[in-house]
């Protein structure tokens, strides 16, 4: 028995070395002639056949948040990684409610009863952006229902709280009751298509601060890239507290110096998982290794920081609160998460190569949070990964640099808009 069972292993062991042996010297050569590998284990894989995760843009009908299926379930390798938006909006809401009661006493700055607030929209038609928005909405009692659902339309300027989109909410604190209003709210796309774009939004507040900036008591935005542009544009010298997503290095550290507070979508969790049930398929595991069961290098998740949905085909990370009460437990924001941190074994998990895009280079939480997490786990998990980055406008920027999809083993995609994920596979299926 026990002979029986060290042959087997030697044998398996003898495999994976040349397995590693041909793997590492066709990337080598490929490197030098510059030409494809062929030569590769997965060489004779067809694209169509490899691993593909969605991440941080769910495939879905940007007009009605209706998951794209089609996308979801491309091969039996196909996944989506990104985190739970609505638990994360209500987060967001209810913390800003939070810190309204809590500062009542010096939040209305002209005094007149009415808390108004100003909220920058990244993308009308990204599922987590609408979530953020109607969280906010809910929490400050301002949302109204449109077609058995919040509105998360912008209203532009509603200073004279007349606008449709929204309406005043009111908090009663302390036996007092206070209107909450929506000065304004636009979606933040500049001149060229990006969306979430932090310079137009800086651009806003100046704006918005130079009619009506007396009214402004709270800052809010759906992600801190937009955040702390208006945060250093107006709010941090007006001290008037900003509120963002994404819980960025910058913007923790900003709470020490009067930004209100963010949310951590446990970005370290998700770029985890982006790689881990790539390298999960290829080698040919069950999905769950390294995730809910450990590994052989003992990296677990537990279930307070994600779950997966079966039916989505997606993993969700949960959301965690960051304020001033526990922001310096958040500074280090490109750090790897500690149950997920175990190098894994070259020779059991032999190096592959996968493609990778982020959608737009200049996007603040991919740029300075998702893609130094991603470089960090792909040595882990013994994965070399092409980055590319696009130009945030149009999809073509990006699959124009996706023209040998046969020199990779697996892909990793963000899209520029959640409707376009044929544009990809389209590609793979060649
Ligand atoms: C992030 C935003 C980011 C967007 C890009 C969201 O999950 O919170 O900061 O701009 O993804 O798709
Ligand atoms: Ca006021």
Redesign the pocket.
């Known amino acids: 028995m026990k002979k029986a069972l060290a042959l087997l292993l030697s044998a398996a062991l003898a495999l994976s070395l040349v397995a590693c042996g041909s793997n590492s010297s066709s990337t080598a050569s490929s490197a030098a002639s510059g030409t494809s590998s062929a030569a590769t284990t997965t060489g004779d894989v067809a694209n169509k056949d490899k691993p593909l995760v969605w991440f ?2 769910q495939p879905s009908n940007s007009s009605t948040g209706e998951l794209d299926m089609n996308a979801l379930n491309f091969n039996e390798n196909t996944y989506y990684v ?2 739970d938006a609505n638990q994360g909006a209500e987060l967001q809401g209810t913390m800003i409610r939070d810190y309204i009661e809590a500062n009542i006493d010096t939040i209305d700055r002209n005094g007149d009863g009415i808390i108004g607030y100003v909220l920058a929209i ?2 009308i038609g ?1 599922n ?2 609408i979530a ?1 928005t109607r969280g906010v909405r809910r929490a400050l009692g301002t949302a109204v229902e449109k077609d058995g659902v919040i509105d998360s339309t912008p209203v532009g300027t509603n200073a004279d709280g007349s606008a449709t989109a929204v309406q005043d909410g009111s908090l009663e604190i302390n036996g007092k009751t206070y209107v909450i209003r929506e000065l304004a709210s636009q979606e933040m796309k500049n001149s060229a298509g990006a ?2 774009d932090a310079a137009t939004a800086g651009n806003a507040i100046g704006t918005w601060a130079s009619s009506f900036g007396e009214e402004i008591d709270i800052v809010a935005s ?4 937009m955040g702390m542009s208006m945060f250093n544009a107006w709010s941090k010298a007006n001290e008037v507290p900003t509120f963002g ?2 819980a ?1 290095a910058d913007a923790v550290a900003a709470i020490a110096e009067g930004y209100g507070g963010t949310i951590s ?1 446990h970005a370290d969790v998700q770029a985890y998982l982006t790689l881990r049930v790539l390298r999960n398929a290829l080698d040919g595991v069950d999905i769950d290794t390294g995730i809910g069961t450990a590994d052989d290098a003992g990296n677990v998740l537990s279930d307070d920081v994600y779950y997966y949905n079966a039916d989505e085909r997606s993993y969700y990370a949960l959301n965690v609160a960051v304020t001033s009460e526990n922001y310096e437990d958040f500074m280090d924001s490109t750090k790897v998460y500690e149950p997920v941190s175990a190098q894994l074994d070259e020779t059991a998990h032999p190096t592959k190569t996968v493609w990778l895009d982020i ?2 280079a200049a ?4 740029s300075a949070t998702y893609q130094p997490l991603l470089q960090n786990y792909d040595d882990l998990l013994n994965l070399k990964v092409e980055y590319i980055g696009g130009d945030g406008q149009t999809e073509a920027n990006i699959t124009n640099r996706l023209s040998n999809p046969s020199q990779y083993d697996a892909f990793a995609i ?1 899209m520029v808009k959640t409707d376009n994920a044929a544009s990809y596979t389209a590609l793979l299926s060649q």
């Open positions: 941080n843009r990104g985190f990244g993308d990204h987590d952006s953020r969306t979430w759906n992600n801190d890239g997503y994404d960025n979508q959608y737009n996007d603040n939480f991919l963000n």
